[in-house]
């Protein structure tokens, strides 16, 4: 039994090996393959997955019902952005006001930009998390989008830092396919080991049962801190990221709207599941960009379809799918399940079975 | 600063603060009854104010028959969204609910794009509130003094509903216990639909009297009131509607006197409602007004 097991262990290990080496190929011979748009879209698939990441592990699996990821991500971006923009660059760019005189000179090289604005999205998180977290369910998510709010206006207004309401410009594309999965290849590796450690089962029983965690010698407190913290590392990356990609950030990228988008990320995949922000990535990214054509007029014959060729309807039809996976389908697409070679195996075995 | 600017500042402060109170008062009845973060409030309060626009200015309909019509049209939105997006939802987790709360927001900001376009359009202010004239040193329109009088007495009167009626009772025997309400034989649909309408139309006359007063109306215009008012019903006490009043003064008098004393700081003049929201969550969560609403375990 236990020989079968090991058996299955260094199977699944190997199978694992080879899918990541066959998609690293495929990734590599993807700029032959795809044109530009369809590069941008796996790019955003990737960046959207490790945004979707970091949400799961402060909603899904420590239950911390935060709507301040917009905000996070900001601070990423800005921070990413105002560490590899050149001198030259910026004393062109800030025309309200003049630069701050230390900002001028800091410069760092991408990596080491993406970095530092996981560590200062993870300080304003840890931050604001003292004193929030000590709230709970809603009065947590309406506290959290004030203070994301709160970085938004602060961008805005502290023109010499962050050139306010204009935003920057210029901000070399750094971000290609090999940067954005190898990242979301460490932040999987992360999670799946963080989950599989002492830390993920002390996060999964807070969010389970706080009064019976506490009961049991757990700090709550401090591991929902932790767990905020983290998850706000995650979202200044994702920040970074996407500013390296788009090459322009401004303060009304990171409104509301945009910590939405990733909860639905986090809410179709299946809250609680690593697999499903990833395949919630995957289905939210392609599916808002697929549904541009509704944005273009549809001719049946030499009559336009009604209501198509309005800008804003994917947004209609698309807030329409969430309130209907909310009421039909809660658990998302994958529940709290993972992905795991044993079960398609298994899977696939009963599919035969069932065929004979 | 003189006095008479003073009183200028202070009539504004009083009209917008009001408006503020009368949405938070549909925020804190629907979260006293249902422990629900109405998102899509706010925009009911942008459809208020949309179907005045068109009703008066688009199809010429008389203002009071169309201020009618404009209330009714929300109302009708607001008992639209509790049975399509919340009752499905009445027994599943309450987070579930506040996620569809999200995408029925989302949904009439972006249909409302497509149905109005995103362009901002002017609203004609009829004359006759616009004339205007001098109490004292102070020159004021009497819009300004009719915004506060109307919600006032509508706050009054909904304290007289839910104090001295029937239905009222109901609707606070629900916020204390559910399930025995429903086995003394109360409709709780019913009466959480009641809730909805009241809240709807409220919230309805604030967005009229605001694309009044601001002569403009656009689909994202109740994102932001609508986040504030909710910080005020949280300020003044969840589930009290003389807190919601009290809040919505509050943060309207906050955010009108800081910018006119310091001008300064007109840029953060967003930011004072949320800063002000962590002060009170930490300092006194249950609000000014409000009692301690307690966990079941």
Not at chain 1, 173 to 180: E, F, W
Not at chain 1, 281 to 299: G, K, Y
Not at chain 2, 104 to 117: G, K, L, P, Q, Y
Request: with cysteine; hydrophobic share 55%.
């Amino acid at each position: 039994m236990s020989a079968e097991r090991g058996a299955k262990k260094v199977r699944n290990r190997f199978l694992t090996v080879l899918a990541i080496i066959s998609f690293a190929v495929f990734l590599q011979q993807a700029p032959n393959l795809l044109d530009g748009y369809k590069i941008r879209i796996m790019n955003m698939i990737a960046i959207n997955a490790i945004l979707g990441l970091s949400l799961n592990l402060i909603y899904g699996m420590a239950g911390m019902f935060s709507l301040g990821h917009a905000g996070f991500m900001a601070v990423g971006a800005y921070v990413s952005a105002l560490l590899i923009l050149t001198p030259a660059q910026k004393t062109a760019m800030w025309i309200l006001d003049p630069i701050a005189p230390w900002l001028l000179g800091v410069h760092a090289p991408f990596l080491i930009s993406i970095l530092a604005a996981g560590l200062a999205a993870a300080f304003f998180g840890w931050l604001i998390s003292m004193p929030v977290l000590r709230l709970g369910g809603d009065y947590l998510g309406i506290a959290t989008l004030g203070f994301s709010e709160i970085l938004r206006i602060l961008i805005t207004n502290l023109t010499p830092i962050t050139n306010g309401p204009l935003g920057l410009k210029g901000i070399p594309a750094h971000t290609n396919l090999r940067v954005s999965y190898g990242i979301l290849l460490v932040t999987l590796f992360c999670t799946v080991r963080l989950m599989k450690s002492n830390f993920g089962n002390v996060i999964k029983a807070v969010r389970d049962d706080e009064t019976a965690a506490r009961t049991m010698g757990i700090n709550t407190f401090q591991t929902r801190v932790l767990a905020f913290t983290i998850g706000c590392f995650g979202a200044g990356v994702g920040g970074a990221l996407m500013g390296n990609i788009i090459t322009t950030i401004d303060p009304r990228m990171f409104t509301i709207n945009q910590t939405y988008n990733t909860l639905m990320i986090v809410v179709i995949g299946g809250l609680g599941s690593i697999t499903g922000s990833v395949v919630g990535s995957v289905l939210v990214t392609v599916m808002l960009e697929w549904l541009r054509f509704v944005e273009n007029p549809i001719m049946i014959g030499s009559t336009q379809l009604f209501l198509s060729g309005k800008p804003g309807m994917r947004m209609v039809i698309f807030s329409l799918l969430l309130i209907g996976v909310i009421i039909f389908r809660r658990e998302g697409v994958m529940g709290m399940k993972e992905f795991s070679w044993d079960r398609l195996f298994s899977f696939f075995s009963r599919q035969r079975g069932d065929a004979a | 600063m003189n006095f008479s600017m003073f009183l200028q500042h202070f009539t504004n402060a009083l009209g917008l603060g009001s408006m503020y109170g009368l949405i938070a008062i549909g925020y804190t009845m629907v979260y006293g009854i249902l422990r629900l973060i109405n998102f899509a409030h706010g925009d009911i309060f942008m459809l208020g104010a949309y179907f005045v626009f068109f009703a008066t200015i688009q199809y010429k309909i008389p203002w009071a028959l169309g201020l009618v019509i404009a209330v009714l049209g929300a109302t009708a939105c607001g008992l639209l969204v509790d049975r399509i997006a919340y009752r499905p939802l009445r027994d599943a987790p309450r987070i579930s609910a506040l996620i569809s709360a999200i995408g029925v927001s989302f949904f009439i900001e972006n249909a409302s794009i497509v149905a109005f376009t995103g362009v901002p359009r002017n609203v004609i202010q009829p004359k006759l509130l616009m004339e205007p004239f001098a109490l004292g040193t102070v020159r004021l329109i009497p819009l300004s003094l009719m915004v506060p009088v109307i919600s006032f007495v509508l706050a009054a009167g909904l304290l007289w509903v839910i104090y001295r009626t029937k239905q009222g009772l109901a609707m606070r025997s629900i916020s204390h216990d559910i399930e025995t309400t429903r086995l003394m034989g109360v409709s709780v649909d019913k009466t959480i639909a009641l809730t909805f309408a009241i809240g709807s139309a409220l919230a309805a006359v604030a967005g009229i009297m605001w694309a009044l007063r601001y002569p403009k109306v656009e689909p994202l215009m109740g994102m932001m009131p609508g986040f504030k008012a909710f910080i005020a019903a949280v300020f003044g006490g969840v589930g009290s509607v003389a807190g919601a009043m009290l809040g919505g003064l509050s943060l309207g008098f906050i955010e009108i006197m800081s910018v006119a004393f310091f001008p300064k700081l007109s840029g953060y003049r967003d930011a004072f409602a949320f800063v002000l929201l962590i002060v009170i969550l930490l300092v006194k969560p249950t609000g000014l007004l409000g009692e301690k609403l307690e966990d079941k375990i």
